[in-house]
């Protein structure tokens, strides 16, 4: 089945302890993203993948960082946590032939 | 920045046709016009995509004028499940240049 999977999908955390958001997508898609979602703010985008080692900030990246060492993986890395970062995340992909997005069931995080 | 406008909120009843109309002032030469679903907590999933005239899929029509500044999405005999976030994008295959705004809550009543 193709998808985007997530892990953790719920995680409680404390501030300044770094943590690792992981995605993983089996459609050999090219293009993958993360965005956090908060009440009254609709999807923002964080970061950003064109493919393999090619990374670029979307609209709000501070406080985050990514990697892209493996076509299928794209996790996303919060170095020292705070408060302001408690958000639903979603993590998507799509061929760089298409516009559709697949996207995960998203990763509910909180920070204390 | 968000290319899109929307309305922030609509009501329906069950059995009724629902349109959603977004405005797209500067769209591009290049874009395509995308529709996508969300329920609370879960990811945004594609509804539909065109760039110009009609498209329809079993789940809705997309209606695009001649000058592509605006759009309509259009879904039949809604049910209450579909009660739902619909966001409105526009962007080309170069994907880093679609953005999700805040979407249109749509709430179906009985």
């Known amino acids: 089945e193709a998808q985007v999977t997530q892990n953790p999908r719920y995680l409680i955390t404390v501030t300044g302890k770094k943590l690792t958001v992981t995605c993983s997508q089996n459609?050999?898609?090219?293009?993958m993203s993360w965005y956090r979602q908060d009440p009254g703010l609709g999807l923002r985008q964080i970061y950003y993948?064109?493919?393999?080692?090619?990374?670029d900030k979307g609209d709000v990246p501070e406080g985050y960082k990514v990697s892209r060492k493996e076509k299928r993986n794209f996790p996303l890395i919060l170095e020292s946590p705070s408060p302001n970062q408690t958000s639903l995340y979603f993590c998507?992909?799509?061929?760089?032939?298409?516009?559709?997005?697949?996207f995960g069931p998203g990763t509910r995080l909180t920070v204390l | 920045l968000a290319k899109t406008t929307q309305p922030i909120s609509m009501d329906s009843y069950e059995g009724q046709e629902v349109n959603i109309t977004c405005s797209h002032n500067?769209?591009?030469?290049?874009?395509?016009i995308t529709w996508y679903q969300q329920f609370p907590s879960q990811g945004p999933r594609f509804i539909i995509q065109g760039y110009k005239t009609k498209v329809t899929n079993e789940v809705a029509s997309l209606f695009i004028p001649a000058d592509r500044k605006s759009s309509t999405l259009s879904l039949p005999r809604v049910s209450l499940s579909d009660t739902a976030v619909y966001y409105c994008l526009v962007g080309s295959y170069n994907n880093n240049d679609m953005r999700f705004g805040a979407g249109t809550r749509l709430t179906v009543k009985p």
């Open positions: 500067n769209i591009a030469t290049n874009d395509y």
């Open positions: 998507a992909s799509s061929s760089i032939l298409e516009v559709e997005q697949f």
């Open positions: 459609m050999n898609h090219e293009y």
């Open positions: 993948s064109m493919n393999v080692e090619v990374t």
